[in-house]
Structure formats: C-alpha cells, structure tokens
C-alpha cells in the first residue's frame, strides 16, 4: 500500500520534542552569564519540556490504524541529481518512534534531576549541561527522523556529546584515578583518551553504515524509510543482490553504536565519564540507536527478504553477532573489579540481546514476537540499567572510588540506594513475575526457539545465568558482606558514608518502582496477554498493514513456516522451565561464593592455575581490546613514523633534492667552461660556427 | 540567462584589491600594522560584490551566469588572444567568494600576528596582489589570461613566504617558487597548445575548436594541464613543497595558501578539463576516473598517514590539506553531478575548515611561541573558543554532520558510487573496481577522524604543561575572525543549499552537455 506524508496538528510535539532541548542547549551558555542555579535548573526545565511533548504522543499508540503520521518539509532540492536531488526533513511518527521516544525523554528527564545532585561543585558544568541537552534533542532527532541522512545528524550529533562527555573530566588527572579513570593497569585509561578511542571506535562503525548509505542511495535513489519499503519491492531482480552486502555494511553502524563484536571495546572504557553520563548514554539511550536503527530498517530489509530470499543472511549476521556479544560480554562482567564495568559489560551483553531477538524475527513469518521482544527489552533494560548506573554513582560519591573492593557493608548506610539496586538488579536477572527484565528476555528467549535456532537458545540462557551471576556478585560486594578497608580509612578521616540526597535518590527509585510495574503489567495472564502481549499485537497489525501482509497471511504462513520451530505453547513452557533454572544455578553459585564465602572466590581462583587463566582471560576481556591496540593502533602509527621517514624524508623529498643537486652540481662543472679568456670564447666562437655550417650543409644537402 | 556585466562587479572584485595594493605600501609605513585594516576594507569590498552575485544566482534560479568582456590585445599573427572575459556562475562564485571571505578576514586576523614584522607597508601590498591573483584565477574564463593570474598568485605568495616565513624561509620559498612554477609551464604547454590548436583560448568556445582534433592531441593537452593543476593542489606525489611551504609561511598566509589556493587546482581542472574537452572525458571515462580515483585516494590515505605522525602543528595541517586535496580530486574523477557539486562543496568546507584551523594554530603561536603539539596540553579551559573552533575545524574536515564538510564527502562519495554502479555489469571491470575504491576512500575518512581528535586531545586536554600552565584567550582580534569562519561552516552545514543549488545547477548543464 501506498504511504503518504501527511500533515496534522498531532505530529507538533514530535517535532517540539527533539526542538526543546537543542533550544535548551544553545540557551545553556547564555544562561550560565546570568546565574549558574538558573542555567541548571533551565537545563532541567527543557529536557522535561522534552518528556512532556513526547508524552503527549502516547495516546496515539491506541489508534495504530492511524499510523503512521508522516510529516516533512523541504531541506536540500539540487537540480540535476540523478539521485539525492531531493533531501527532505521530517518527522516520522509510528509505534517504534513513540515507545523509544518516551523511553529516550522520560529517562533523560530523571537523569538531569538526577544531574543536579550529582555534579554539584564540578567546574565546566555549562559544557555539561550544553552536551546533555544536545544530546537529549539529536537523540530525539535520531529517534524521530524520516530519512537516514536526518538520521545520520542524530546519530553522529549524539557520537559527539557521548565523546565530550566521557571525556568530561578531561583534565586526566592522576590524582582521581579512583574517581574518574577506568579500568586497571595494563588497561587503565584516563578519561579524554576513553572519549576519543569511542569517537574513533563508533566512527569506524559508522564509515560502514555511510558506505551502506551511498551504496542504497545510488541503487534505489531515495533515503527515506517509507519510500525504500516501496522501492524495494521494485527493484531489478538481477541486481537484488547488492541489498545484501549494503544491508550487512548498514549494520556496521549498530555494531559500532551498540557496541557489538568486533566493535564493543568502547563502551566499557566509556565508564570513565561521569555516572550520569554513563546511565543516559551509555546504558539508556544513546547505545540503544543501533537497536532502534536496525529495527528501523527491518520493515525494509524484510520486504526484501520476501522478494530475494538471501536477504535472510543480513538477518542472521543480526542475531549471530548479537548472541555471541551478549555471551562474551557476559563473562568479562564476572571478573571485573570496577562498578560502572560490571554494568557496562552487562549493557554490552543486554543489547546483544536485543540485536538476537531483532535478527531471529527476520528469520520467521512471526516476525512481530521477536520484534515485540526486541523493543520490549530495550524499554525494560532502559529502566533498569539507567537505575543501575544512577545508584552506582550514588555509591560512588559516597565511598569515592569506582573500585568493587571499596566498597561492602554500607546496606544500613544507604537503605534507599540499596533497596533500588536490589529491584532494578533483580530486573537484570530477570527473577520471574514481578520484574519486567523477566518478561522481555523470556519473550526472547521465546522467539529464537520459534525461529528454531536451539544453539543461540542455549548460548542466550547460559548468557541469562552470567547474567544473575554477576548481578549477584555485584550486589553483595557493593552492599553486602564487611565493610572495606577505604570505607574504614574515610571513617577515620571523618567522611562517613550516608544515604544519597533526595534530588538524587528521587530519580532512581522512580526508576526502580517502574521495573516493577511493568513487571506487573506485563504478566501474560493479564487481559491482551499483559503489556508484551499488548505490544505484540500493535506490533502486529502495525507492521504487517505496512508490509502489505494482512491479506496473504494464511498463505504465507503455509510457505513460509519455519523449518525445526516448535509450537508456541511448548515453546513457552521450555522458555520458563529454562529461564528459572538458569537464574537458580547462576544466583546460587554467586550467592555461595559472594554472600556466603564458601569457598572464598579469591582462594578458589588461586593465584595460578586453570581458573586463574580463565579468569585473566577473562579480566583481559578475552585479549581483544589488547589486539585492537596491537594490531590497529599501534602499528597505524607506527607506520605513519615510518613512512615519514622512509618515503616522505628518505625517498619522495629526497628524489627533489638529488634532483636540485644533480642540476647544479651539473652548472657547476659547465660553468668552469666560462672562463672569460677572450681566446677560450673565440674558439668556442669559431666551433659553434663550424657546428652551424655543417648544420645547414646537411638540411640543404 | 546570462546577464552582461554593465556595472562592473567582477572587474571591481579583481582590479579594487590590485589597485590599492599601491595605497597600502605608501601609507604601510606610517600606519604599521594597522594597514590590515585598510585591506580589510578593500577586500570586504570585494567579497560584498561577488556575495551579491552569489546571492542572486541563488535567488533567481534561472540566471545562469554574470560575465564581462573587455577587448584585450589585437592579433598576434594568426592567433589571437581573445578578450579578457570574466564570468562568475555556480562554479566559480561560490570559490570566489570564499576566497574573498577569507582573504577580508585574515586580513584583519594578520593586524595581531604581523604587529611586530617589519616592512608591513609591502606585507599588505603583496597580500592584496595575491588577493587579487587568487580572485582573477578563478572568475576568468581564458586561458591566457588565467595563466597570468595563475602566476599573479604565485609570485606574491612566494614573497611573502621568503620574507616573512620562519625556518629556512628563503630556500622553501625557493622550493615553492621551482615546483609551482614547474607545473605552471606544464600548464603553459597545455594552454599554448591549445591556443595553437583550438585557434581561441576562451575556455567555453576550446570545445568547438577541438571539434575534429585527434583524441590522442587532446589527451595530451589536458595531462599536461592536470599536471601543472595537480601540483598546485599537491596530489601524490608531486606534494612535497607543500609541508615546507605552508609550515614556514607566516602563518596567515598558510591560512590562505592552503585553505584558498591549493583547491583552485581543482577549480581549474573542473573549468578547463570539463568546458573545454568533454571528447576526452566522454571517450575515456571509465579509464579517466579511475586513475585520478586510485590518485585521490592514494593522495588522501598518504596525506593523513603523514599527519598523523606530525608534531609541528603546521606540518600536521599541511599534510591534512594534502589529504583533503584527495577528497577533492575524488569527487572530480567521478564524472557525476553529484561528484562534482561535492568537490565544491569540499572546496568550501577545507577552506572554512582549514582556515579555522591554521588561524588556531597562529594563535597557539602567538602565545606560546611554539609549533611543536609535544610542548602544549591542558588548553581547554583555558582558550574555551580556541578549543571550541578547533574541534569545529576538525569535525569539518572529518565529515561531521552539521558542518559543511559532511555534505561535501557524502556528495562526493554517491556521485562516484552511482557512476560506479551506473557502468556495473560484472566484477572485475573499471566500474566495480571503482566501487571497491570508492569504499576504500570512505574507509580512509578514519585516518581524519585520528589525526583530528588525536591533535584536538594533545593540544587541548590533560595537564598543562611549563609553557600553558598560564595561559590565556587569545586576542579577541584573533579569536572573532576564527568563529565567523567557524559559524560560517555551521550554517552551511545545516542548509548547504546556499552553496550547492546554484552550483548544481551549472554542473548538471555542463555534464548534460558531454552526455
């Protein structure tokens, strides 16, 4: 069916949303000359302008047979493209953009507030809240753009703020170290060199999704989403093939901003900016782009799939990668020493999640359950990891170091802190029924088996006990257990650990009420199968009035029905059975080793050993940061040294001087010629005229 | 429509800059460094002359062009020297202007650098002559006149170097003078003949006088031509004045040798190559762009290798406008409309970027007497819009949205991918090499992401050293010329049409022509 843009009042706060906090930006440093509490609070005040105009979208989710509303206005026209002639700016509002749009606004609205607690005191805060609003507005830009060339001033918009604000301490000061630097000696990196290598890192990604980009443009002429769902239908059949790799180098963007294998080495060391910083961008929003862009183009490339079945292997990329970055990441959140890495680790090994359960609805006719479960977990681990982070940095500012084994024994301290942790932290875990994490990684799980794929199954749940392993392992050492031996020495200096201030603990204890009820919400037993079951059903008839799929359902469920699926109902019965036993067997054993200590895991580990190379291997994040230093840092500089010396200094340049030289050294001698003797020149007279003579004998003869 | 230029503008533009060039070396002795303000005037002058045109071919989408003629001298035997025609369309005007715009700024910029030189009187008089030198380059449209101007840019240029220049000044001026000089008499060689040949040198009528010509004449012609452009824009490997040059040149004047002049290489090879023989670049296309392609990406990849091993900041710039010479050249090699309007739009971009960025560099200069990145850090605080403008710059140069620069490479980077893919048949043939290129020189955009953080990390971030720990803003003389430029580059990035429409316009006329 044919899609047009359409005007009307209700897409206004679609645009408003993204418009609000870049006003707010801009605003910032103008307001910082007036009054510093006015600049903060008018930062805070426009990133909830922000949530409300998105909230104001909402209501438009119960009539998805009105979606979606698609507006633009006229950008760039040049005459005589025969391709890219026409760049229009819109806003494209359907389920997708609304439920990530809240999730975006919402959560950033909590994390300034959060901000203001946090970054009391800190110098440069103008710089912060000019990056976080701008942040805020391209993030909402990203998230509400039609084409991807809009798409492109989001995405890159938000690479910048992520990169100033890792690097927001950028002073690098070795006297912070237990503060604002991350990881540990040989990976320990300071705070603008942690910014620049994520710059780098997603910008490497991002020159992959550009030559995608150019790649469709010049075969299908247009860059809007609504018109490739139709153009790619049209395309010659010959040339259907070139979608395939265009589509796997479009992904290459997600890879660098979700931060997936081969690409994820960013986003651990991203942890030395502030924590608030870490919770917005790095967990809630920001790293989630990749997830929302493939499930932007998933509706394109899955029309395609219908047309050129191998269109299929860009799905498969999705998930494999997605699996075996949720898997990896997983393990390397087990032995790190550091709060925010922990974290950072299990957001990597979350949206690996999301990238599997994207990637295996490409692969089956139900497409809308993973996609449903996609999007599903994204909003729930948005929640819960945002809450993670901001109680970590409450942690944080109270003990401060971002050092696990400085922390311990503050549970009485910090009951508020605690409490929330604990909620969001179980959400992680996905302990059944009252959590929404339950809920969306079970609705995962789920759908790999209805694509019949048992090997990303079973990688998934193994993943899923790391997962309540490593929840539990953190939750006791920063709770639980005895106090530390650097609380104790701050006790001594008269810095005694309490509870958060309330404009910070606020925040995420919203946050961790919100895990819950969605948890609640979404219980399957719930009128329309509970929340997920409910988004799965707009999902549905969303997606497949926009495909053109309503009618031929039934047929092609018969030709398309995939090969080793199970019927749902088993299918749900396995997911639960597992997803229960897995959470036991990881919680269990974190809870021996961390809570009860027996046996203790630094004696159990030994100092040599099989378990001590897995666990080096393990802290080393596999050898793979290691390598990307090894085998493309060091050597690209290296090179460009030598290559100074050798061909430019050594080869190029010095060729010009021999050259110069040779001319000279060659006048020189001649010039020995010039004596100025008269009887020198009047020999050399007299033989130039001989010369002369035999010259013209021969022409004439 | 083409409008005849009765009330003067583009004579004004070229000739008002040249002219008081006089005035400044009279009154530059009494008014010392405050003759940069008189320049300044004068060249406002000019740049509010061709932004008016600029303005109306953006406006009046079916003016095609303003061109003037002025009959020039008789006939030299058979052949005659035409007249001197000037023309300002898509093409030219948007470089024009640029040039203008930055030549005014920097000349306000150089108030505070030069304030202790000596003999600015002739400082302020060559700077007007090579204003005017880069001006008449770009508007004329023959070829004997575009020589003379060719020259008019170099001789003023390689003055100001080896007087005012730093280091071995003397002897790079004279390495300078030789290699541009070199690649001008290849240049000549290539104009004269096609004097000889087509019997005019007015760029537009060389088309139908080549009419009939051997395709191996005309190749030869344009080769020698490109070489000589290619010099000037240094491309791989005929680029090694251009470190020595741009780094030990006063620093204003880097900031227009390299941002303004360099690309007129690319200008003219669209001007000539393009206008005056569409038979070549029709016959041999696919072969035409590849081997400029496997250049410009050579150029490009080289060029930031070299800066990333930099230590002088001027050097590390220098190499980057090698490189971004190569993105410049790509576009052009594509044969496309969209390649080409992209290879305008980078020549704004680098202009706008690099002269943000040499001018930064004479601000660290003038405060800590250093090039060398090692002795700075810390900076950020300090010298909030210096950082600020210099990761503009960067971001431009890198293709970050929002700036200028991202539309130049994303142009750039489809026209040749769609002509590319226009041709392609089967692997292993020119145009799905060309795919494979042209990916490649995507992939080479990381090394400009590398080199520009990398400098903005180790001039700007971490601890002060000895000589920062006090420093400062730089003068506020300094300081505002860099943040027009930069909010310049922002403003286009956000609705480049003001550049691109018009230019589009004119390009997609002169490629319907060769079809």
Redesign the interface.
Known sequence: MAIVPTVGIETIPAWLSWLFPMIGAFLTPLLAKINPRLRDYGAVLFSFLAASMTIMLIPLLFSVEELPKWEVLPW?????????SKIEFGVLVDPLSIIMANVVAVISFLIMVYSLGYMKGE??LTRYWFFMNFFIGNMLLLVMSENL?QT??G???VG?CS?ALI?FW????KEDYLKTWVGEPPEAY?P??CG?KA??TT??GD?SL??GI??I???TGTLSYMELIEKVEHLPHE?MW?LVPAAILLFGGPIGKSAQLPLMEWLPDAMAGPATVSALIHAATMVKAGVYLVGRLFPIMYVASKFYPEMGSFFYVVAWIGVITAFVAGTQAITSNEIKKVLAYSTVSQLGYMMLALGVAGTTFEFFIGYTAGVFHLMSHAIFKAALFLTAGAVIHAVESRFLHHMGGIRKEMPITFWSMTLTAFSLMGVPILFSGFWSKDLILESTLLAGQPIMFALAAITAAITAFYSVRMLSLTFLGKKSKHIHELEHEGHHVHEAPKVMWIPYSILAVATVLFGIGAITLLPLGGFGGWLEHTFESYLSRLLGMEHSSTLLAAELATEGALPQELAVIITIGTSLTVLAIGAFIAYKLYIRRSPDPAKLVGSKGVLKSLWNFLFRRWYVNAFFYKVFVYP??S???W??KHI?IGG??KF?YVL?NAVRGFSNRFRRTHTGLLNYNVIGMIAGIILLLILVYMVLV | MIIEDNSFILFQSIIVPAAFSVLALVLGNRLKEKTGWLSSVILLYSTILIGYIQLRLFLEPSLEAIEASYSWLPKIGSLSLGSFTLRADGLSTPIALIISILCTLISIYSVKYMEHEHALGQYFALYLLYASGMIGTVLVTNLAAFFLFFELMLIPSWALIGVWGTGLREKIAFKYFMFTEAGALSLLAGIVATGFIANTFEIFEVSQGMVGIELGVQIAIVVAMLLGLFVKMAIFPLHTWLPDAHAEAPTPISALLSPAMIGIGGYAAIRIVYTGFPAVVKASTPQFMLILSVLALVTMTYGGYMALAQDDIKRLLAFSSISQMGYMLFGIASVSTIGLVGAVLLYVSHGLGKAVLFMVSGVLIHEFKTRSIKELGGLAAKMPYTAIATLIGFLGLMGFPYIIGFWAELYIFTGSMYTALQGFSHLLEPNSIRVLITSLAIVASVLTASYGLWTVRRVFYGQPTEKTMHANEGPMIMIVPIMILAALALILGIYPGLMASSASTYISELLGSIG
């Open positions: 760039i026209e040049l005459e005589g493209f025969p391709v890219l110098s440069g060339v492109l001033f995405w890159e918009g910048l990169y690097g950028y002073r690098d000061a300071p603008s060199h620049m710059f780098i910008r490497i020159i550009l030559i150019v790649i443009v010049a075969f040339f070139i690209t500089i090179f460009s040294n290559a100074l430019e190029i340049d010009n110069a």
